[in-house]
């Protein structure tokens, strides 16, 4: 069946030919990633209003969160690589690079939780003070938002695993999605590791 | 499973199609919005007949205020217009087969049924639903004096985050599928005025309800894990609470900078529709449509730098009360260019008084009256004695109440033969729409001087206060009297719908005559797919009526390009030119 051909059945079926689904679907996530930014963007605007507080202290991030970004990372530049060997022809890398984009994102996912209990374990709890309420709050946004991602992963993965160059649009979908993932994590460990009470209240202009 | 069952459970239940997913919204949101003008009526019962109705007392009163502003702006307008009006028009004005995302977009339907169901429950846990006020301002919202401080509180919230969820689900579909899925020669410009309202109020959805999000799951947090985001230390019925340090200020900034864009999320689809509306019964072209397009975008830009109006009594820098009040004031600007434009299509046009017309003539002056009561509130010095009284409550039903339900109804009545393929009974229409019509003004007009002899709102019980006369006791009557009538007509409204829907006379696939390309479909209703084997193309806007030298006072979208009809911008250019690019 030629291009033209299968076109006309695709429309006649209800259906819409690959490109255009997959400019459909480039456009929702950025759509969803706008979404996601006024989220999170007014996640940090609370955030530096409530450390304007007389109550609030900063707290002791713990050194795990370290070893988490990196993971995201590994796991932001495994999918570009994949989508990238994916449109290259190269099947068996664009798998295995797809598996690894979506393994570092779950070991991501369970650093975070280690890194909560290791600051649970020195009773920095979500009632004690703003700086920790916060850290467990945006961290768990966070990582709704990367649970998310995994279950389109897993969709991509379970499409693109017959042949990667076909679905080469969505594995870089989730590529994108991931740097963004990663941006807002930047972000947000930015924010909970020197937005300090004293640099609220800076921003907040509070004498 | 049978294959019929399983033909029914995919054709209407587990339904992937634009319009199934349409209808299950609408009636969703009518049914819950029924609910909400029962509960209305009984907090009118109390304003007008003090203590006769034991069941009423002062925690119940407070439930139904908050429940009844909840349910309206959420659960009904938003979902309806959106969700109801959204998926059903977008697809069939833009040319399009369906939405870009079926999936998500039943997804979108069911995550919306559960809110509402969460929602619902709240009626029935231990407490009841919370009694906050539809605000839902911390302290007090989460506090023990508060009525539904048990599970209320708790289920309104986690009701709003799901519906968060639904709305940005539908929301990411109506977007993509305007900015994607546009038939050949539907340009940006040449989209109904529907879809552009619906287009730009979704945006302002999906850029506000993240605000209502973030402070929706702090307040959850304030009161389920005893965090102090929003609590103030404070003592509590005699008892110190836990709470230290938060801001119940940035609860306000963050419940109005959604709060706000809210009013026009509900307020833009009106505008579309009504522009559409007007256009075709009046059988003219709409007048300055680009400016109309214009006037949408700016509305709702400007809706996002509004917010703190609602918070002058709350206190803030007098510059910022300054530049809130400024921006406020400037949003009429655009509001009345669209306000001169509907009047001035009606200018000269062969105006039909079918029922759609009715509501849109009727929304028309309803808004203007509103929007001319916010002029007042928008300044400080004015709102400042005003904001607590009954004259706010006037203003809000008008402008963003009464007025877009108006719309509601008229575009009802207006696409109801393109979604059953029978006519809604016209007589039935026009007794619901003058009881309607003339009902909301006798309730709301009178609560303008209420407020400005000061009553206060979400009062209880009004007795003892020696300011407040004998007469305005007698007025309270009589809008009670009349809001009960006015609620009794929507079953006249309900029963149209159910009995039309089987029973009405068959319509035609164009009663109207209109011009867009939702009316010329080749099947009535539209099935699955909506355009047959070939997608339809676009030579024009869709506001080609009263066009000289035709022998029909209308040329539809997708006539062909001889039948000319073009944009005003367009006409004078070449024809491959003016054809616009293909979508």
Redesign the interface.
């Known amino acids: 069946m030629n291009a033209s051909a299968a076109l006309r059945a695709g429309v006649a079926r209800g259906g819409r030919p690959p490109d255009t689904r997959a400019s459909a679907a480039g456009i929702g996530l950025w759509v969803f990633m706008g979404v996601a930014t006024a989220l999170f963007s007014l996640f940090v605007m609370a955030y530096v209003m409530r450390m304007n507080g007389s109550d609030a202290v900063a707290i002791p991030l713990p050194w795990q969160l370290w070893l988490s970004s990196t993971l995201l990372a590994i796991g932001s530049v495994a999918l570009q690589r994949s989508a990238t060997a994916a449109r290259g022809a190269e099947p068996a890398r664009a798998r295995r690079l797809l598996w690894a984009g979506g393994l570092c994102a779950l070991a991501f996912l369970a650093v975070q939780l280690w890194a909560w209990q290791a600051l649970t374990s020195t009773q920095v709890t979500p009632a004690g003070n703003p700086g920790a309420a916060f850290f467990y709050l945006l961290t768990a946004m966070h990582g709704l938002h990367v649970m998310g991602g995994l279950a389109a992963w897993a969709w991509t993965v379970h499409a693109a695993w017959p042949d990667p160059a076909a679905a080469a649009w969505r594995i870089a979908l989730c590529a994108r999605y991931w740097h963004f993932l990663l941006a807002v994590w930047g972000v947000l460990f930015a924010l909970l590791g020197w937005v300090t009470p004293e640099v609220a209240r800076a921003i907040c202009g509070t004498p | 499973m049978k294959p019929a069952t399983k033909k029914f459970l995919t054709h209407y239940v587990w339904s992937q199609d634009h319009k199934v997913i349409a209808i299950q919204y609408a009636c969703t949101a009518i049914a819950v919005g029924l609910v909400g003008v029962v509960l209305s009526n009984l907090m009118r019962l109390q304003l007008g007949f003090p203590g006769q109705f034991e069941f009423i007392n002062a925690e119940r009163y407070y439930q139904f205020v908050t429940m009844h502003g909840m349910i309206m702006v959420i659960y009904l307008l938003t979902a309806l217009f959106l969700g109801g009006f959204g998926n059903y028009l977008i697809p069939l004005m833009v040319g399009a ?2 939405m ?2 079926p999936y998500l977009n039943m997804l979108s339907f069911w995550v919306y049924l559960l809110s509402v169901v969460v929602l619902m429950a709240s009626f029935f846990v231990e407490g009841g639903p919370t009694g906050a006020g539809w605000t839902l301002y911390p302290p007090q919202s989460i506090l023990p004096g508060t009525p539904g401080h048990a599970g209320g509180i708790v289920l309104m919230l986690v009701s709003l985050v799901i519906f968060i969820v639904a709305t ?1 689900m539908g ?3 109506y ?2 599928t305007v ?3 546009r038939c050949e020669g539907m340009t940006l410009l040449r989209m109904p005025l529907t879809v552009w309202g619906i287009f730009v109020a979704t945006i302002l959805a ?2 506000g309800f ?2 209502l ?2 402070s929706g ?2 307040l959850l ?1 304030d009161r389920t ?5 929003f609590m103030p230390a404070l003592v509590s019925m005699g008892q110190a609470s ?1 709470y ?4 119940p200020l ?1 609860f306000q ?2 419940f109005w ?1 959604f709060g706000h864009p809210e009013v026009y999320i509900v307020a833009l689809p009106a505008f579309g529709i009504v522009s559409d509306l007007i256009s075709v019964h009046a059988r003219k072209s709409i007048f300055g449509y680009r400016m109309m397009v214009w006037a949408i975008v700016a509305i709702g830009g400007l809706s996002v730098v509004v917010w703190a109006h609602h918070m002058f009594v709350s206190g803030m820098n007098p510059y910022f009360g300054f530049f809130f009040a400024t921006t406020t004031l400037i949003i009429a600007v655009p509001t009345a260019i669209k306000v001169y434009n509907w009047v001035l299509t009606l200018w000269h046009g062969d105006i039909h008084l079918s029922v759609p017309m009715l509501f849109a003539l009727a929304f028309v002056c309803t808004f203007a009256i509103g929007g001319l009561t916010g002029l007042f509130l928008g300044n400080v010095s004015v709102d400042i004695p005003l904001s607590g009284t009954y004259f706010v409550v006037a203003h809000f039903h008008m402008v963003m109440g009464v007025a877009p339900l108006l719309v509601v109804f008229g575009g009802i009545y207006h696409w109801f033969p393109k979604i059953t393929g029978r006519m809604l009974d016209d007589r039935i229409g026009k007794i619901h729409f003058w009881i309607t019509f003339l009902g909301t003004y006798a309730i709301y007009f009178p609560m303008h001087y209420l407020g400005v002899l000061g009553m206060p709102r979400r009062y209880y019980s009004f007795e003892g206060y020696q300011f407040i006369p004998a007469s305005a006791f007698s007025l309270n009557t009589f809008i009670t009297v009349v809001a009960l009538v006015v609620g009794a007509a929507q079953l006249l409204f309900v029963f149209n719908l159910a009995w039309s829907a089987w029973r009405g006379r068959p319509a035609t696939a164009n009663p109207w005559r209109a011009a867009s390309l939702e009316w010329q479909t080749p099947t009535t209703p539209p099935g ?2 909506n355009w047959g ?3 339809p193309v676009v030579y024009r806007w869709a506001y080609a009526y009263g066009v000289p030298g035709q022998g029909e006072d209308y040329i539809a979208q997708n006539a062909p390009p001889e039948a000319g009809g073009l944009e005003p911008e367009a006409r004078g250019r070449s024809e491959g030119e003016a054809r616009g690019a293909p979508a």
Request: charged share 5%; glycine share 14%.
């Open positions: 087969r369906d870009v995302f940005t929301g990411l579909n977007v993509t900015l994607q899925a999906l850029l993240p605000a999000f973030v799951v702090m947090l894990l005893g965090t102090s985001f836990g230290k340090g938060g801001s940035l900034h963050l900078f699955h797919g084997p070939q997608l």
